[in-house]
């Protein structure tokens, strides 16, 4: 069983990269966020999640083990497989996701190919799981930031504005501006947007 790979980025791909390890190229899919981060040629470790059936052997690649942890939970709820726990890591920051979870927040989770019945099963599922875990995520914002940044963006998507932009704007704003009132925050992301 392959755990980690580090070596060099051949390859990108739409889902997957070429990750070139001792001369052997290993085929990892992985989140889209992560692949528009890399060029080829750049020194990477991901954590492994190796998938094998009579008729797939697959490698899912993640940056951090708190996201390799949060895949496997969710791969556990039935009718979720790796590549929609990637779909979700793609579609919500990891501490993001992990508040969803806790807060029972299912308009977050709704994305293509996860209906209501499955982000129902997910939260039920996992929600004792969830439960446990920080959402501070290393390298990134504090837990409360996050809790912070979710509020705004949710209340920018209400007042019409895009997900991933008002995302991008908020996380903006909170890195350069971490104790940020929130009201401040989302009169600020309304200014940028």
Do not use: W
């Not at 791909?13 to 001792?22: F, K, P, R, T």
């Amino acid at each position: 069983m392959i755990g980690k790979l580090t070596g060099v980025v051949a390859d990108l791909y739409q889902e997957s990269l070429i990750l070139e390890v001792g001369g052997v190229g290993y085929n990892v899919f992985t989140t889209r966020r992560l692949i528009d981060s890399l060029q080829t040629g750049q020194n990477l470790s991901l954590y492994i999640e190796h998938y094998f059936s009579e008729n797939v052997n697959k490698l899912y690649g993640f940056e951090c083990k708190k996201s390799q942890e949060v895949a496997r939970m969710l791969s556990k709820v039935k009718g979720i497989n790796y590549k929609i726990a990637l779909s979700l890591l793609n579609h919500l920051e990891l501490g993001e996701l992990i508040l969803a979870i806790q807060n029972k927040d299912e308009s977050r989770l709704k994305i293509r190919g996860i209906g209501e019945k499955l982000v129902k099963r997910i939260i039920t599922e996992t929600y004792e799981d969830f439960s446990k875990l920080d959402t501070y995520i290393p390298g990134t914002v504090s837990s409360a930031n996050v809790h912070r940044a979710s509020e705004a963006v949710s209340a920018l998507v209400k007042l019409g504005f895009q997900h991933k932009p008002s995302h991008k704007v908020v996380m903006e704003i909170i890195m350069n501006q971490p104790t940020i009132e929130i009201a401040e925050l989302i009169t600020l992301a309304l200014k940028m947007l």
